[in-house]
């Protein structure tokens, strides 16, 4: 696990800006996939006195059933809206995997705030920039209904809105939690159906009505951004809302 201070995510920030000409969003993105590859071939762990999921970290999220990561690439759905496809992998230290824990463009998220329980919150998956979405079409596999990605740069709609559901007050890391779509009322699930080519041992990634074993999802790898901290040593979370 990796934790970030406020401090060190804005020098991140200031060496982006010196960087000239370039996009900055997509060297944001590209330079965060290649560190988080990084630490994963490593196997370097940071301390974890951050026990909180909280908004702006950039996470990997496990299927407590099934033993797959969330996923999603560049690869879109041969049926159904078309879109860019989710699936679940088994591979631990695939790039692909990870999703940064943003607000919706109604509520904001701002970065360190602990995600509380009944919260509403986007997942943006991080090498593509499209935010996890859902919605009435059958899914490829299963005819569950579809999980995909949708939008750009991390602007989509409403349907990529999903409700965290946890039993405390705020989102623990070693807790499992389900994500109810704002929408359509459906948990996001695996049920173990497999992909063949080309994607193939991939497993589907949907949403079903239902809550169950198969719709239970922890935090697992990730960089976890901390709560800013006032000169007096008091922790505040009025900081601007910014986003990777």
Known sequence: MIEISESHRRLLEFFLLGM?????QVLSRFLLAFFLVFYCISGLSFGTELSV?????????????????LHSHDVRYGSGSGQQSVTGVSVVEDSNSYWTVRGTSGALCNRGTPVKCGQTIRLTHVN?????HSHYFASPLSSNQEVSAFGEEG????LDEWTVQ???SVWKREEAVRFLHKATDALLSVTGEQYGRPIHGQTEVHAMSSPSQHSLWKAMEGIFMKPSESPAGSRTYGHPHTEF
């Open 128 to 132: 593509t920039g499209r935010n996890l």
């Open 20 to 24: 000239g000409n370039l996009n900055c």
């Open 155 to 158: 602007e989509g709609d409403n």
């Open 53 to 69: 999921v909280t908004c702006g970290s950039v996470i990997k999220l496990l299927n407590i059933k099934h033993n797959v990561r």
């Open 166 to 168: 946890c039993g405390g």
